[in-house]
């Protein structure tokens, strides 16, 4: 069936209608590729400053009570990953360290981890800093998709 509409032009069909529409739609309802969220923190320190670049992520999950503390002069962070929403949300994370200078410490162990929580959930996490080195943290989190 052909749509014939001086507005429209001549002969656009109505899946050419409603194409761009569905596309739209489905932009609007997924994570965007190739964003993810960083929340830094640093030794002693219950504040986390935040660099937002999946919004959507950044608005269903949220960064709790942030703390930290020397055992065996290692950092240790501890801090709370809470679902804000009512469906089961899947995020993938890590944790880079940094040193006093601000300069990356190397951690072998590092990785992506996949994480899930039910609606309104919450998980706990306690993470050792590699080295003695470490005096501040900064967590990435991203879509389970955008992790290889």
């Keep these: 069936m052909r749509v014939h509409s001086p507005c429209l032009g001549r002969g656009l069909s109505r899946a050419g209608l409603l ?3 569905c596309l739209a739609l489905a932009a609007c309802s997924t994570t965007p590729r190739g ?3 960083a929340y830094r923190g640093s030794e002693g320190s219950h ?3 935040e660099v937002e670049g999946n ?3 950044a608005r269903n ?3 709790r009570d942030p703390r930290s503390r020397r055992e065996d002069d290692r950092l240790v962070v501890q ?3 809470a679902n804000t929403r009512s469906n089961a949300l899947s995020f993938a994370w890590t944790v ?5 200078a601000g300069f990356h410490v190397q951690d072998s162990t ?3 981890r996949p994480e899930a929580l039910g609606g309104f959930g919450s998980t706990t996490l306690t993470i050792t800093a590699p080295t003695r080195e470490a005096t501040s943290w900064k967590l990435q989190v991203t879509s389970p998709d955008e992790v290889h």
């Design 47 to 49: 504040e986390t400053q």
């Design 61 to 63: 999950l949220s960064i």
């Design 55 to 57: 919004q959507i992520l």
């Design 110 to 112: 590092r990785h992506w």
């Design 35 to 37: 964003s993810q969220n």
């Design 79 to 81: 801090f709370e990953l």
């Design 96 to 100: 880079d360290w940094y040193d006093q």
């Design 19 to 21: 194409a761009p529409l």
